[in-house]
């Protein structure tokens, strides 16, 4: 069984910050990436932003010069740093883990951005 716990998710005002954790556990194989995603209600699941193996990062152009990743894929970690939040930012925001065979998923936690 594999777990990814996200944590750091809460209410902020438009142009505040918070960053989000993500560990992973369980009996998951090598990591070769690692991302964030959120999904908003009404929405589709997008992906903003992420790190593999070899350092390589992208990210949703909603987000770059906003957000900054983070991740050491050896210990299963990985952040998300979020600067200037917008109100559009609201959504759940997920942390997921790529093997070579599966992504695993973790249930996500809240971002609410307020004005």
């Known amino acids: 069984q594999v777990n990814l716990l996200e944590s750091g998710g809460g209410l902020v005002q438009a142009g505040g910050s918070l960053t989000l954790a993500c560990a992973a556990s369980?009996?998951?194989?090598?990591?070769?990436?690692m991302g964030w995603y959120r999904q908003a209600p009404g929405k589709r699941r997008e992906m903003i932003a992420s790190?593999?193996?070899?350092?390589?990062?992208q990210y949703h152009d909603d987000v770059r010069g906003r957000f900054t990743i983070s991740g050491d894929l050896a210990k299963k970690t990985a952040a998300l740093q979020m600067n200037s939040l917008k109100l559009e930012d609201t959504a759940a925001y997920l942390c997921?883990?790529?093997?070579?065979?599966?992504?695993?998923w973790g249930q996500g936690t809240q971002v609410t951005v307020s004005l």
């Open positions: 790190i593999d193996g070899r350092g390589g990062i």
């Open positions: 997921a883990a790529e093997d070579p065979v599966t992504t695993y």
């Open positions: 369980g009996s998951i194989s090598r990591i070769h990436a």
